[in-house]
C-alpha cells in the first residue's frame, strides 16, 4: 500500500470508556490504524471485540451510547480538511461531517430506516441539509441514487414506506442515504450479517462496485471470515477492544501471525472443508488436537418420514375477515431422516424451512400430508396421543435470548421438560438435570443462574440441555448456531455432533448457512418458494448441484479465501414471486426427476432459472 | 383499513346494545324507589298509579325495550325535528326523568357545553403542557429535571380530584384570591373583560383536571421516547449529519406520539369520569353534576342514559384511538 500517499483516516491510540453501575468499562484500547483512499479496510472480531465501538468513535457516534472517548486522536483528511483531529471536534461541527464528509451503513436494514416516513424523505433529507438542495432537486438526485444502488422501479420505491421493502432492497436504500453526498469514507458496519448469501453476495459486489466508480474508501466492520476474505484490501483484527494483528489480506489469510487470528481462521467452517467424506464429523478446532475426529455414520433405518407435506396459511379480507387467499408456505414437500443422522433444509428467509419444521412438531397445523414417526403418522394423532409422541420429538430455536424465559432458573427452565412428563422427581430430577449440564458442558454452578447472565453460547448449551432432557429420537434444530460467533459456533457445532453419537440423535438441521450444512448433513433438501427443489446426499448436493436455484445458493455462499473471490453480477437481481394464491389456485404435485440414485431434482416451473 | 373500521363499527352495535343492558339489568337491580321523594300523606293507591305511570309496573324486558326505542329511535328523531324542522317526533314519548319529569337528553344537551369547555380545556391543557416534559424528560433522562417531573407527576397520578379540587379552592380562591371558587354557568361572554371572567372561573377546574391529565401523558410521552431514542433509526439520522433537534422532534417524536396518541385517545372518557367529581367541586353545572343529582334522586331514565353516554364515548373513542394507530403508523394495515 503506497505509504506515500496521505491517508484519509488515520487512527491513533484511540481509547473509549462506557460508565455503568460497575464502574467504567473499556471498550476500546489502544486502536491505530489508517485508512488509505480507495481502500477496503475490514474491521474484524467477535461480538463485544470494540470493532463497532471503534466506528461509532469515529464518527463521534458514540457520546450518544453512553461511550466517552478518554484519549486518542482520529486525524480526518480530505479535500477540504486536513488532518483535522475529529475528537477535538464539537458535535456541531461534526455535523458537517457526518453523513458529508463520512457516510455510514447499518447491520440491521430492517430497523435502520425510519417507519413512518417514505423512502424520498429520508433521502433526501441528508441532500438538502449539506448540499443546500431545494426539495425537487434533492428528489432528483434521490432518484439517482436510487438507480446506483440498483433498485428496481425506482420512481416507485421512492414513495414507499421501509416495511413496504426487502431487506435487501432496505439495504440498498440505506447504502443510498449513506452515499448521497459523495462521502471521502465509507462505514459499513455489519452490512450483510443480517441478510440472505444470495442478497448479501448482490451487497458486496455493490459495495465493490461503488467503491470503484466513487472512489470512496471503505471501513467495513464483519465477524464473518468469509466476507473478509471477499471484500477486504487490508484487514484489522480485534479482540477484547485490542488490535491483535494488521494486515494485508493475503498475509492474514495465509500467513496468520497471532494465535488469535489463527483460531479465528480455524473455526470459520469453509465450504468445501468435507469433499470426499462421506460422513459428517467434528471440527477440529485445536491443531493439539491429534486424533482424527470419528466420523458419524449413523444407520439406513428410516426415523422420520414426510411424505407430501403441504402447509398453507389463510390470508383473510374484507369486513368479515373471510379467506380471501392462500399463502403457500409449504407445499408438496417429501424427504426421509434415517435414525442417527442429520438431515438439513436449507433456503433463503422465507422459503418455507422453518415452517416444515414446526409443521413436524404440529406447532403449525399442516393441510395434507404424512408426517410418519418410526411409522405412526403424527398429524393423525390426538392431542394425547401428540403430547406422548413430543417426548420424542424436540426443538432448538434459533434466538438464545428469545427462547428462554427470563424470570426462571436454568435448573428449572432444564427440569420443566422432565416436570412435564413426570419423568423425575426430588433428588432424582437434581441429578438428572446436573448430569444434563455436564452433557453440554456447563459448570454446575450456573443451575441456580437467570439466563440473563449466560452468553449467547452459554444459553443455546442451556436450550440443547432442555431439548435432550427427554431423551428424544428427534431433535429439531431450528438455525440453532446462526445467531452465534464463529468459534462459540464451532464448538456448539462440536458439542452437538457429540450428542448425536451418544444418544443415537437424529437431527433434523434447519439453515441457511451453507458451510454449517456442509459440516454436519447425511441429506440434504434445497427448499424454494415451499417446494423442495432439489434433495440428496451431502456430496450429490455440493458437487453436482444440478437445479438452477442451488447452483446459485453455492455460488453466493462467500469463500474464505481471498484468492477465491465471487464474481456475481450485482445487476442480477432476483425478486421472488409471490407464495400467496387466489382460493382457486390448485399448485401442481412436485415431480422431480433422479439425476443418480437418491439424488432429485424439482422439473416444476417455480419462476427460477 | 376501510373494512377494519367498518367491522369494529358493526362490532361497536351489539357491544353497546349489551352494555346498555348491563346498566340497565344493574340499575333495576338497586334498592331504591322512585316514590320514596312523594310525601307520605299520599294515599298507596295513588302512588301504585303513578308508578305505572312511569312505566314501573311492567315486565323489565318491556322497560328495556322502551328505552332502546326511545333513545336510540325517538331521540335521534327529535334531533333531526330540531335541527331540520321537520315533525317525525311529535307526540311520541321520550326518555323522561322521573325527577324534573322533563326529557332527559334536553338537560343533557344544556347542560353539555358547560362540561365540554371545561374538560376540553383541560385535556388541551394537559396535552400542550405534558408532550414537552415528557420529549425533555426522556432526552435529559436521570436529570435533575427528570427526576423532578417524575416526582411531581407521581404526585398528580396519585391524588384525586376531590382532593386537589378543594386543595386549589383554599391556595387560589380563598388564600390568594385569584380565582372564584365556583363557576357561574348563567355568565356569557359578550367582551374582552366577560371573556377574560370566563377564563379565571374556568381556571380552577381545568387545572384540576389537567393535573391528572399531564400526569399521565408525559408519562406516557416520556417513555416512548425513551423506546425510540435506542431504536437504530436513531442512530441513522445522526450518522446523516441532521442536527439533533431534527432527530428528537421530527423523527423520534414521529414514533413516539403513535402509542402516545392512542393513550390520549383512551383517556378522553377517564377524563370525564373526573369531571363527575370536579363538576361537584366548582359547582359547574354540566352533565357529571346531573349525574350525582340523579343518583341522590333515584331518576333512573337519567342516570341509565347518561352512563350509556359515557360508555358509547369509551367505545367510540377506544374505535378512533385503533384507526388513528393506523394513520399514524404506516406499518400497520388492518387486513
Known amino acids: 500500500m503506497g505509504s506515500e500517499r496521505k491517508p484519509i483516516v488515520k487512527m491513533d491510540e484511540l481509547k473509549v470508556v462506557f460508565q455503568t453501575k460497575l464502574g467504567s468499562v473499556t471498550g476500546v484500547e489502544n486502536l491505530s490504524f489508517s485508512i488509505f483512499p480507495g481502500e477496503t479496510v475490514c474491521l474484524v472480531g467477535e461480538s463485544g471485540s470494540g470493532k463497532s465501538v471503534s466506528s461509532l468513535a469515529l464518527m463521534r457516534l458514540i457520546e450518544f451510547d453512553g461511550g466517552n472517548i478518554e484519549s486518542g486522536k482520529v486525524l480526518f483528511s480530505s479535500e477540504s480538511m486536513s488532518d483535522k483531529d475529529l475528537i477535538k471536534e464539537s458535535q456541531r461541527d461534526m455535523r458537517n461531517i457526518r453523513g458529508n464528509e463520512i457516510g455510514m451503513v447499518f447491520q440491521e436494514p430492517m430497523t435502520a430506516l425510519n417507519p413512518v416516513f417514505t423512502i424520498s424523505r429520508q433521502l433526501t433529507e441528508g441532500l438538502r441539509i449539506h448540499k443546500g438542495l431545494s426539495k425537487n432537486a434533492a428528489q432528483k438526485e434521490a432518484l439517482e441514487l436510487l438507480k446506483k444502488v440498483r433498485i428496481p422501479e425506482p420512481e416507485r420505491r421512492l414513495k414507499q414506506f421501509p416495511h413496504q421493502l426487502s431487506g435487501g432492497m432496505r439495504q440498498r436504500i440505506v447504502i443510498a442515504m449513506a452515499l448521497a453526498c459523495e462521502p471521502k469514507l465509507l462505514i459499513a458496519d455489519e452490512p450483510t450479517t443480517a441478510l440472505d448469501v444470495t442478497i448479501q453476495a448482490e451487497i458486496l ?151 416444515v419444521a414446526r409443521s413436524i412438531l404440529r406447532l403449525e397445523e399442516a393441510m395434507s400430508g404424512q408426517v410418519l414417526m418410526n411409522g405412526v403418522d403424527v398429524l393423525k394423532q390426538s392431542k394425547a396421543e401428540m403430547l406422548k409422541q413430543r417426548l420424542n420429538m424436540q426443538m432448538v430455536f434459533q434466538d438464545p435470548y428469545g427462547s428462554l424465559n427470563p424470570v426462571m432458573q436454568l435448573f428449572d427452565q432444564v427440569a420443566e421438560p422432565l416436570l412435564n412428563f413426570k419423568m423425575a422427581k426430588g433428588a432424582d430430577l437434581n441429578k438428572r438435570v446436573a448430569n444434563l449440564f455436564d452433557r453440554v458442558r456447563l459448570p454446575q454452578s450456573f443451575l441456580t443462574r437467570y439466563p440473563h447472565e449466560l452468553s449467547g453460547g452459554q444459553r443455546q448449551r442451556v436450550a440443547i440441555a432442555r431439548a435432550i432432557a427427554l431423551n428424544p429420537k428427534l431433535v429439531i434444530l431450528d438455525e440453532a448456531v446462526s445467531a452465534l460467533d464463529v468459534s462459540v459456533q464451532a464448538s456448539v457445532l462440536n458439542l452437538l455432533l457429540e450428542l448425536q453419537v451418544e444418544l443415537e440423535l437424529s437431527y433434523l438441521f434447519v439453515s441457511h448457512d451453507m458451510a454449517v450444512v456442509e459440516r454436519v448433513s447425511h441429506f440434504i433438501g434445497v427448499m424454494y418458494l415451499g417446494r423442495m427443489v432439489e434433495i440428496g446426499d451431502r456430496k450429490a448436493i455440493f458437487e453436482n448441484p444440478n437445479h438452477p436455484y442451488t447452483k446459485a445458493l453455492m455460488k453466493a455462499v462467500p469463500v474464505a479465501d481471498p484468492n477465491r473471490r465471487n464474481k456475481i453480477d450485482d445487476l442480477k437481481f432476483k425478486p421472488i414471486s409471490s407464495p400467496i394464491h387466489s382460493l382457486e389456485h390448485i399448485p401442481d404435485a412436485s415431480s422431480y426427476s433422479e439425476i443418480k440414485r437418491g439424488h432429485f431434482v424439482l422439473t416444476n416451473e417455480l419462476g427460477y432459472s | 383499513m376501510f373494512d377494519y373500521t367498518v367491522r369494529r363499527l358493526l362490532i361497536a352495535v351489539p357491544t353497546l346494545v349489551i352494555i346498555s343492558l348491563v346498566i340497565f339489568l344493574v340499575l333495576s337491580l338497586a334498592p331504591n324507589d322512585p316514590m320514596a321523594q312523594v310525601p307520605m300523606t299520599v294515599p298507596p293507591e295513588v302512588k301504585e298509579k303513578m308508578r305505572e305511570a312511569l312505566g314501573l309496573g311492567q315486565p323489565l324486558y318491556v322497560q328495556f325495550w322502551k328505552w332502546l326505542v326511545q333513545f336510540f329511535w325517538i331521540e335521534p328523531q327529535v334531533f333531526i325535528d330540531h335541527y331540520f324542522g321537520t315533525q317525525f317526533a311529535e307526540g311520541k314519548l321520550r326518555v323522561i326523568s322521573w325527577q324534573t319529569r322533563a326529557p332527559v337528553m334536553d338537560t343533557v344537551v344544556e347542560r353539555l357545553p358547560q362540561t365540554l369547555w371545561v374538560v376540553a380545556m383541560s385535556y388541551v391543557v394537559a396535552i400542550a403542557i405534558s408532550i414537552p416534559i415528557g420529549i425533555y424528560s426522556a432526552y435529559k433522562q436521570y436529570s435533575v429535571f427528570d427526576q423532578a417531573g417524575t416526582f411531581i407527576t407521581m404526585v398528580g397520578y396519585s391524588i384525586p380530584p376531590f382532593f386537589t379540587g378543594p386543595l386549589v379552592i383554599v391556595i387560589f380562591a380563598v388564600n390568594l384570591e385569584w380565582f372564584p371558587s365556583t363557576y357561574d354557568t348563567l355568565h356569557k361572554v359578550v367582551d374582552w373583560d366577560s371573556f377574560v371572567i370566563q377564563l379565571r372561573q374556568m381556571a380552577l377546574p381545568v387545572m384540576v383536571l389537567a393535573i391528572q391529565g399531564t400526569a399521565q401523558i408525559s408519562r406516557y410521552m416520556r417513555s416512548a421516547i425513551l423506546d425510540n431514542l435506542n431504536q437504530d433509526y436513531v442512530r441513522t439520522a445522526r450518522a446523516k449529519g441532521l442536527s439533533e433537534s431534527i432527530v428528537i422532534l421530527v423523527h423520534v417524536l414521529r414514533n413516539s406520539m403513535i402509542p402516545v396518541i392512542t393513550v390520549i385517545a383512551l383517556n378522553l372518557p377517564l377524563i370525564f369520569g373526573g369531571a363527575i367529581i370536579t363538576e361537584q367541586v366548582f359547582k359547574v353545572n354540566g352533565i357529571g353534576q346531573q349525574l350525582i343529582l340523579a343518583i341522590y334522586a333515584n331518576d333512573l331514565p337519567t342516570i341509565q342514559t347518561l352512563t350509556f353516554i359515557f360508555a358509547f364515548l369509551i367505545v367510540g373513542m377506544n374505535l378512533i384511538a385503533d384507526v388513528l394507530y393506523a394513520i399514524l403508523d404506516p406499518r400497520i394495515r388492518y387486513e
Open chain 1, 205 to 355: 459486489s455493490l459495495l465493490n462496485r461503488l467503491k470503484k466508480e466513487t472512489g470512496a474508501a471503505v471501513l467495513f466492520i464483519t465477524h464473518d471470515m468469509s466476507v473478509v476474505a471477499q471484500i477486504a484490501d487490508r484487514v484489522v483484527v480485534m479482540y477484547h477492544g485490542r488490535k491483535v494483528e494488521e494486515g494485508d489480506v493475503y498475509k492474514i489469510f495465509n500467513n496468520p501471525e497471532q494465535d488469535y487470528t489463527k483460531k479465528l481462521l480455524s473455526s470459520v467452517p469453509k465450504l468445501g472443508a468435507m469433499v470426499g467424506k462421506k460422513f459428517p464429523e467434528a471440527m477440529k478446532l485445536d491443531s493439539s488436537q491429534d486424533a482424527d475426529p470419528i466420523p458419524i455414520k449413523g444407520t439406513n433405518e428410516p426415523l422420520l418420514e414426510v411424505k407430501n407435506l403441504t402447509t398453507r396459511f389463510p390470508v383473510t379480507g374484507g369486513v368479515l375477515r373471510k379467506k380471501v387467499a392462500n399463502l403457500h408456505a409449504v407445499e408438496d414437500v417429501s424427504f426421509t431422516l434415517n435414525k442417527g443422522q442429520t438431515f438439513s433444509l436449507v433456503g433463503e428467509s422465507g422459503c418455507g424451512k422453518t415452517t
